[in-house]
């Protein structure tokens, strides 16, 4: 069974070729075996466009040095590059200013780096708010700095849909005086959820809360202002925005980031070292210890100016579109449950879903024999899937080469995997 064939229009004005996208991103031709390769794993780690995989060779054959320290010309090129790289961050996500950008190894980091500074302000009886729906990333280092600090850590819920309960969390005072730090994700890798996060930064710093944004989800597939965000802090990473792996964003509002100590300490980070103590650097290289990511920088400063010039608004329409069309197809399959919204509004394009008698595994197994790339598993997100009451899930996710043929074949590779095992779709 396959998902309806209508064309889905993106709004007037924003107008989108997704062959021609697609046509720059070399991975995208391969095969699997006998079939054509279908990646719907982008929430994972989205491919590469030709201008970022050159921009890579091109940095370490011609420009490969270390950054700050060298009084060379490769080094001057080597800084200009990674330094260029932050002010193109900051101009792709709004920030006032480039040195309100840190650059991390992942979002992982900057998320604890984020959970470490602030948590060097929380004692006993403060609160740390996240909710039910995050990532790994953003739960473990609030309990981390809750066990330090002796604060407690407290969450939203979501609704039956899949969204916070906000009416609950009013209703029961989560956020309020004790309230230190709220980090809530963006947009849910699982759900595909788009939480209200400007909403939640209102009620966070209406009580003196830092507001701290995952921004893993919605830094790719939304036009992101972090003014608009309500954000005090947003941690992305770059593999999921068409950039290398190995480099991740903390941007901070610089007032806030110059009142935090340093996260770890070595080279650069500095500003003097005396065997009695030291004094550390501003923002941001007081949080970049070390030789820092550098080719990471100047790449994603090159994926962050692909995907502006591409235009995010035409991104997130085409995301749109080609959610509501798999939500569509899927809903066809007989005894199929969609975890999270089943219409495609404040929502992004990652789906997970479990179909009776099908383990997630098998499920993602057998897909990938007929060539879709598809995750199997709980996505580094256990306690919301305890919440809804299922061990796993598969989890398809689109980005902005996704076609609609993709979703076609997905559809019809989840009704073969179910009558393989017995079932009827």
Same mark, same amino acid.
């Given at each position: 069974?396959?998902?309806?064939?209508?064309?889905?229009?993106? =709004?007037?004005?924003?107008?989108?070729?997704? $062959?021609?996208? #697609?046509?720059?991103?070399?991975?995208?031709?391969?095969?699997?075996?006998?079939?054509?390769? #279908?990646?719907?794993?982008?929430?994972?780690?989205?491919?590469?466009?030709?201008?970022?995989?050159?921009?890579?060779?091109?940095?370490?054959?011609?420009?490969?040095?270390?950054?700050?320290?060298?009084?060379?010309?490769?080094? @001057?090129?080597?800084?200009?590059?990674?330094? +260029?790289?932050?002010?193109?961050?900051?101009?792709?996500?709004?920030?006032?200013?480039?040195?309100?950008?840190?650059? %991390?190894?992942?979002?992982? $980091?900057?998320?604890?780096?984020?959970?470490?500074?602030?948590?060097?302000?929380? &004692?006993?009886?403060?609160?740390?708010?996240?909710?039910?729906? $995050?990532?790994?990333?953003?739960?473990?280092?609030?309990?981390?700095?809750? $066990?330090?600090?002796?604060? %407690?850590? #407290?969450?939203?819920?979501?609704?039956?849909?899949? &969204?916070?309960?906000?009416?609950?969390? &009013?209703?029961? *005072?989560?956020?309020?005086?004790?309230?230190?730090?709220?980090?809530?994700?963006?947009?849910?890798?699982?759900? *595909?959820?788009?939480?209200?996060?400007?909403?939640?930064?209102?009620?966070?710093?209406?009580?003196?809360?830092?507001?701290?944004?995952?921004?893993?989800? +919605?830094? /790719?597939?939304? =036009?992101?202002?972090?003014?608009?965000?309500?954000?005090?802090?947003?941690?992305?990473?770059?593999?999921?925005?068409?950039?290398?792996?190995?480099?991740?964003?903390?941007?901070?509002?610089?007032?806030?980031?110059?009142?935090?100590?340093?996260?770890?300490?070595?080279?650069?980070?500095?500003?003097?070292?005396?065997?009695?103590?030291? %004094?550390?650097?501003?923002? =941001?290289?007081?949080?970049? @210890? +070390?030789?820092?990511?550098?080719?990471?920088?100047?790449?994603?400063?090159?994926?962050?100016?692909?995907?502006?010039?591409? *235009?995010?608004?035409?991104?997130?329409?085409?995301?749109?579109?080609?959610?509501?069309?798999?939500?569509?197809?899927?809903?066809?399959?007989?005894?199929?449950?969609?975890?999270? /919204?089943?219409?495609?509004?404040?929502?992004? +394009?990652?789906?997970?879903?479990?179909? =009776?008698?099908?383990?997630?595994?098998?499920?993602?197994?057998?897909?990938?024999?007929?060539?879709?790339?598809? #995750?199997?598993?709980?996505?580094? @997100?256990?306690?919301?899937?305890?919440?809804?009451?299922?061990?796993?899930?598969? &989890? @398809?996710?689109?980005?902005?080469?996704?076609?609609?043929?993709?979703?076609?074949?997905?559809?019809?590779?989840?009704?073969?995997?179910?009558?393989?095992?017995?079932?009827? /779709?």
């Amino acid at each position: 069974m396959t998902a309806p064939t209508q064309q889905r229009e993106v =709004p007037a004005g924003l107008g989108y070729d997704v $062959e021609a996208v #697609r046509s720059q991103f070399p991975i995208l031709s391969r095969t699997v075996g006998d079939h054509p390769l #279908r990646y719907l794993d982008s929430a994972n780690t989205s491919q590469k466009p030709q201008a970022v995989i050159d921009a890579i060779t091109e940095h370490y054959r011609d420009h490969n040095a270390n950054v700050a320290r060298a009084m060379h010309l490769l080094g @001057a090129e080597a800084t200009a590059a990674y330094e +260029g790289g932050r002010a193109r961050v900051a101009d792709f996500i709004g920030a006032p200013r480039p040195e309100e950008v840190v650059f %991390t190894k992942n979002a992982s $980091e900057a998320l604890n780096l984020a959970a470490h500074t602030l948590g060097s302000r929380l &004692r006993e009886g403060d609160e740390v708010v996240v909710s039910v729906a $995050e990532h790994h990333s953003n739960i473990v280092p609030w309990q981390l700095a809750c $066990e330090r600090s002796g604060a %407690t850590l #407290r969450w939203f819920d979501i609704t039956e849909e899949g &969204r916070l309960d906000l009416e609950a969390a &009013r209703r029961e *005072g989560l956020v309020n005086e004790r309230t230190k730090v709220v980090s809530i994700a963006w947009v849910s890798n699982v759900l *595909g959820t788009v939480h209200p996060v400007a909403e939640v930064a209102a009620m966070a710093h209406a009580v003196g809360a830092v507001m701290v944004v995952d921004g893993c989800q +919605g830094v /790719p597939q939304l =036009p992101t202002r972090v003014a608009d965000l309500g954000a005090d802090l947003l941690a992305f990473t770059g593999h999921k925005m068409v950039g290398p792996t190995g480099i991740g964003v903390l941007w901070g509002r610089y007032d806030l980031l110059e009142s935090l100590p340093p996260f770890l300490g070595g080279g650069e980070m500095i500003e003097v070292v005396r065997m009695t103590g030291s %004094t550390y650097a501003p923002p =941001p290289a007081r949080f970049e @210890a +070390g030789t820092p990511p550098i080719a990471g920088g100047a790449v994603l400063g090159v994926a962050a100016d692909w995907l502006a010039d591409l *235009g995010m608004e035409r991104v997130a329409a085409h995301e749109q579109a080609i959610t509501r069309y798999a939500l569509e197809g899927l809903q066809t399959i007989r005894g199929l449950r969609i975890l999270g /919204p089943t219409e495609a509004v404040q929502r992004g +394009g990652a789906i997970s879903f479990t179909v =009776p008698d099908v383990h997630p595994h098998d499920m993602a197994q057998l897909l990938d024999s007929r060539g879709i790339a598809v #995750r199997g598993g709980h996505h580094c @997100a256990r306690p919301l899937h305890e919440r809804l009451g299922v061990q796993s899930s598969t &989890r @398809a996710s689109f980005y902005l080469y996704t076609t609609e043929a993709e979703v076609d074949a997905l559809v019809e590779g989840v009704a073969r995997t179910i009558t393989f095992f017995g079932g009827t /779709p």
